[in-house]
């Protein structure tokens, strides 16, 4: 047993980004960077806020969006950690407050010979929060709409997608969702590197602790319906 999968089992969970509350969605993609990640197009989708330790709420902390895109061939998962959006601080997690913030790839990935950074951002006004068990009363309250844009290391963000956030899923469903960002990566982006290949190595060891299946489709299996 590899020293991740021995933690995850200590912990009776997920090694990273334990605690998460998941939403039923859709992704709508346009323009010519949307045929880097899926074709164009409104594609359904779970979506996983979550902080990146068990810090109380309020707490700064890293934090998580997780979104699965159900697309006919395969599922595209994109994991996003609370970042910076210049140049500078794109590469490097930061402590938030606040699910109301900006998400980055924070490693990039590769197009041809350039490396791009993926980031998701609100697009609607408020604040979230920073408890995961809170979301869910915000979702119901008001439309939670994020932006899906994409750059080079020192370029400009360009706007490509956005993301409903829709229903939340039962707890249970929570807990059995297994992301693989390097095994369903986007259509025409690939992972790299040294860095890329240990979070590879985490994220299966604790997948594996905990039995999760990373071909799940939560929204089928608990009979909703993603967002039309």
């Known amino acids: 047993m590899t020293f991740g999968a021995w933690l995850a089992h200590v912990r009776g ?17 346009w323009g010519p960077l949307a045929e880097w990640f899926l074709p164009a197009g409104r594609w359904p ?11 109380p709420p309020g707490w700064p902390d890293i934090l998580g969006l997780a979104v699965r895109v159900h697309a006919p061939d395969r599922p595209v998962d994109l994991l996003v950690s ?3 959006r ?10 938030r407050r606040d699910f109301a913030t900006t998400y980055g790839s924070i490693l990039s990935l590769r197009h041809g010979r350039h490396r791009i950074y993926l980031a998701v951002s609100p697009a ?6 920073g408890a995961v068990e809170q979301l869910a009363d915000v979702a119901a309250r008001r439309p939670i709409v994020l932006r899906l844009a994409a750059a080079t290391g020192t370029g400009h963000w360009r706007t490509f997608g ?29 992972t ?9 190595v985490t994220y299966a060891a604790s997948r594996r602790a905990r ?5 799940d489709n939560p929204i089928a299996a608990t009979g909703q319906r993603p967002l039309a």
């Open 13 to 29: 969970g997920r090694l990273l980004h334990p605690r998460g509350c998941s939403f039923t969605g859709a992704v709508q993609l």
């Open 45 to 55: 989708a779970v979506i996983r806020f979550s902080r990146g330790t068990p810090t």
């Open 82 to 84: 609370s970042a910076g």
């Open 86 to 95: 210049a140049p500078v601080l794109r590469h490097l997690p930061l402590l």
């Open 124 to 129: 609607t006004p408020g604040r979230l929060g």
């Open 162 to 190: 956005r993301i409903d956030v829709g229903e939340p899923l039962p707890s249970a469903v929570d807990a059995a969702l297994a992301f693989d960002p390097t095994g369903h990566p986007p259509l025409r982006l690939r």
């Open 192 to 200: 790299g590197g040294l860095i890329q290949r240990l979070r590879t």
């Open 211 to 215: 039995g999760a299946r990373t071909d």
